[in-house]
């Protein structure tokens, strides 16, 4: 099954998107290292979280506390600066998506460590580095819900690549 790391996120607007999506996806979410905001419970329910109990949460205090837990797991990292387009990339039902803080990205030590397994998502104008919420998906977040647009998108397409996108009549079904 894909699971999706964040490593040390920073914005809770953005992770909370994230952790709906991968509640709603049945997604195994990972939180790395430290965070810009608080996670525990009196927290999460303050912030009206109705959906956190369906988030499949797990915390951990470094990258290699993470690939500890998941040793057959094919870690991939997102990054401005990879230059393998994540087109190019055949996902696997295995691969654990990678993404850093939202104001600085993956550490670059990490990325060349791994650069063969490092995608970007590639922008048609070279102007523009990265997805911007305001044009695309203003609704879903506040000031950086690029972020977890981005995600939401992976999910989508890398899910219907490595497994299978259910029809909408399954969904329909499924529900009733």
Request: charged fraction near 20%; proline fraction near 6%; aromatic fraction near 10%.
């Amino acid at each position: 099954m894909i699971e999706v790391a964040l490593l040390e996120p920073e914005i809770p607007q953005n992770t909370g998107n994230i952790a709906r999506l991968c509640a709603a996806t049945q997604t195994p979410l990972h939180v790395v290292g430290v965070t810009g905001f608080r996670l525990d419970e009196r927290a999460v329910r303050r912030a009206g979280l109705d959906y956190w109990p369906e988030v499949s949460l797990q915390r951990h205090r470094d990258l290699d506390a993470l690939y500890g837990l998941l040793p057959t797991a094919r870690f991939i990292y997102f990054s401005t600066r990879a230059e393998k387009s994540f087109f190019e990339w055949k996902f696997d039902s295995h691969d654990c998506l990678v993404f850093g803080p939202e104001t600085r990205g993956l550490p670059e030590s990490l990325l060349r460590q791994n650069w063969e397994q490092s995608l970007t998502i590639p922008m048609l104008n070279p102007k523009v580095r990265s997805l911007g919420a305001s044009s695309c998906f203003e609704s879903a977040s506040s000031s950086s819900g690029w972020f977890s647009f981005t995600v939401c998108l992976l999910l989508i397409l890398i899910n219907h690549r490595a497994r299978g996108f259910p029809s909408a009549k399954s969904i329909s079904d499924h529900r009733h």
